[in-house]
């Protein structure tokens, strides 16, 4: 038996004394740092933390060497501090910037290096602040558009993470652009607080996206941290009148212009309807039946109606009309719109149904299903915008 044991006792010892070797491999030595930077305005591109840039890394002189992987921070600096000291083909791309030249670098030790890159979006002018009274945090920008894509849509987001971003958000507002901006052009993203947590700070972020770029990400601006405190929020007061159409979505709307919501230039809720061209310009929907509440004694008919530039309207046919027929020139009423005084800009129509130009004996008004508003003839291009349509009864 005691043999036994001592047998036993040396084979440990010698497992031991095999397993405890040390290797003879090298740590990491190098560490590689830096950031990427706009080429036109030398700071540092923002990042998403998650789904943002990534710089691809190939150590070179192995036969099938791998491709490591560096994602960037939010601010757009980067860090990997196990690194072998050698020569590396690098690469920033997969971002929200037009993709760097392969680029071969020594690193040995510490070795700082910056990527200069065109960011597709540049977000400039921020300013973020919080309405405590109206309960609502606003950022105002403009954009460059450095390529020939259109601007997606901007995004304001919120978090109580200081990396806020489209991956790392507990609250977001999208306005849908699909068009060019003009670089002088402030816009203006509203987000409602009510959901978020008094007394807490969070953090705002400004985003905008690409159009027609695959795999593009998100363009920033940096984080802003706000404390949000609703408890001077005041109520809102009810909109006066009974809404037909809030003009907050593009649902059954049609016209011979391309239509779109406009979320920076409204007088009402988050949007108001745009359309833009030449030609015949026209508002049009057909309505589940809609009791105005009104008679044709005392009803008015009200709304907000923008005109980029008045003198652009022609002499040809021009009216607004509603009915209770689901279509035109059939229990109708309606007022011809060259007698409506409009001027450029926004203007607040409020018609008196009694007025109106034609009709209104056979008008449903328990069941109005029809609204247009059409001109013609146009000298040139116009925006035409409309908002909150509503009737209400005048004393």
């Not at 011809?336 to 009694?354: A, Q």
Request: charged share 25%.
């Amino acid at each position: 038996m005691k043999s036994r044991v001592i047998l036993y006792v040396n084979m440990l010892l010698g497992l031991c004394l095999g397993s405890c070797e040390l290797d003879n491999y090298d740590s990491p030595d190098a560490q590689f740092f830096g950031s990427v930077i706009d080429d036109d305005t030398d700071e540092p591109i923002q990042q998403d933390l998650i789904e943002g840039s990534r710089i691809d890394i190939v150590e070179m002189g192995f036969e099938n060497p791998n491709t490591r992987q560096i994602r960037f921070h939010t601010d757009g600096t980067f860090r990997e501090n196990n690194l072998f000291s050698g020569t590396y083909e690098v690469q920033a791309l997969r971002g929200n910037f037009f993709s760097t030249e392969k680029t071969t670098i020594d690193i040995q030790g510490k070795t700082e290096y910056h990527f200069r890159a065109t960011p597709y979006i540049r977000i400039r002018n921020v300013d973020v602040a919080f309405d405590e009274i109206e309960g609502i945090v606003s950022a105002t920008f403009t954009l460059d558009q450095v390529g020939g894509n259109a601007v997606a849509y901007v995004s304001l987001m919120a978090d109580r993470d200081p990396n806020v971003s489209n991956s790392i958000r507990s609250a977001i507002v999208n306005y849908s652009v699909n068009a060019g901006v003009s670089p002088g052009r402030t816009l203006r993203v509203e987000m409602p607080t009510e959901d978020l947590v008094s007394g807490r700070d969070y953090y705002f972020r400004v985003a905008a996206l690409v159009a027609g770029i695959g795999e593009a990400k998100h363009n920033y601006s940096e984080p802003v941290r706000l404390t949000i405190d609703n408890s001077k929020v005041a109520p809102k007061p009810p909109v006066f009148g009974k809404v037909l159409d809030a003009c907050e979505s593009l649902d059954g709307w049609a016209s011979n212009f391309p239509l779109s919501l406009d979320p920076f230039d409204k007088k009402e809720g988050r949007n108001s309807l745009s359309a833009e061209g030449t030609g015949v310009v026209i508002f049009q929907k057909v309505f589940a039946p809609f009791d105005t509440e009104v008679t044709l004694e005392k009803g008015v008919l009200a709304f907000d109606l923008y005109i980029s530039d008045i003198s652009l309207l022609g002499q040809g046919d021009a009216q607004l009309e509603i009915t209770s027929s689901g279509g035109p020139d059939r229990n109708e009423i309606g007022w011809n719109v060259r007698e409506l005084s409009l001027n450029s800009g926004w203007n607040k129509m409020e018609l008196s149904l009694s007025r109106a130009s034609h009709g209104g004996n056979d008008v449903n008004f328990k069941a109005i299903n029809f609204f247009r508003l059409y001109h013609t003839n146009l000298f040139g291009p116009i925006v035409a915008k409309i908002d909150n349509i509503r009737f209400y009864e005048k004393e």
